[in-house]
């Protein structure tokens, strides 16, 4: 079945990174997006980027511009999110995602559209 | 503050029907599709509808989606107390950018 597992959960100082995995099975990994979204305790989902693992091609939230980079290893297909210069604000469930693109015949292209599934989180918690 | 503007709680008695309301603008909903998540307490979340109003394999007709303009509305008819959960619609901006309503906790009394 097609299911994402991401790694365990990390504790970071402030000003420090942190990468979270995210190794996909059951499908081709290389023919859906990956989605990041995080959560922090009690608050909503929070979409942080996608990348294309085909061509590594990434969009990131104007929030985390910067910060964030979302990288691939198709060989284990596996993605990776790394965000740096951490601060308490951070502490989040870190979520993936696959992401499913469709085709808008308005647009002339296919388009970003659902995640399904999701991996199981991974906690980050910064604090000193 | 979240993009899209979701009502924070809602409630409804076993066997009942409730509707979740999703509002937008033109740059997200009017544009996009929607979709929606329910994520049970302590858990990922996972998908209950796409492109609007489908959906996806092994979700039960008692969950249906519809979309207007602007807004979407996210309906769950005989409600079940295993239905208690927060309820998330999501979409994307004019930039490709992907935007989420703020949640809506689901009680059943």
């Known amino acids: 079945q097609v299911q994402l597992v991401q790694s365990g959960a990390e504790v970071k100082k402030p000003g420090a990174s942190v990468k979270v995995s995210c190794k996909a099975s059951?499908?081709?990994?290389?023919?859906?997006?990956i989605n990041w979204v995080r959560q922090a305790t009690g608050q909503g989902l929070e979409w942080m980027g996608w990348m294309n693992p085909n061509s590594g091609n990434t969009g990131y939230a104007q929030k985390f511009q910067g910060r964030v980079t979302m990288t691939r290893n198709t060989s284990i297909s596996t993605a990776y999110m790394e965000l740096s210069s951490l601060r308490s604000e951070d502490t989040a469930v870190y979520y993936c995602?696959?992401?499913?693109?469709?085709?808008?015949?308005?647009?002339?292209?296919?388009?970003?559209?659902?995640?399904?599934?999701w991996g199981q989180g991974t906690l980050v918690t910064v604090s000193s | 503050q979240s993009v899209l503007t979701q009502p924070p709680s809602v409630s409804a008695a076993p066997g009942q029907k409730v509707t979740i309301s999703c509002s937008g603008s033109?740059?997200?909903?009017?544009?996009?599709?929607v979709s929606w998540y329910q994520q049970l307490p302590g858990t990922a979340p996972k998908l209950l509808i796409y492109?609007?109003?489908k959906r996806p394999s092994g979700i039960p007709d008692r969950f249906s989606g519809s979309k207007s303009g602007t807004s979407a509305t996210l309906g769950i008819t005989g409600l079940q107390t295993g239905d208690e959960a927060d309820y998330y619609c999501g979409t994307w901006d004019s930039s490709l950018r992907g935007v989420f309503g703020g949640g809506t906790k689901l009680t059943v009394l």
């Open positions: 995602a696959r992401g499913h693109r469709s085709y808008d015949y308005v647009w002339g292209s296919y388009r970003p559209n659902w995640f399904d599934p």
């Open positions: 059951g499908y081709t990994f290389t023919s859906y997006d």
């Open positions: 033109s740059s997200n909903i009017g544009n996009n599709y």
């Open positions: 492109e609007n109003n």
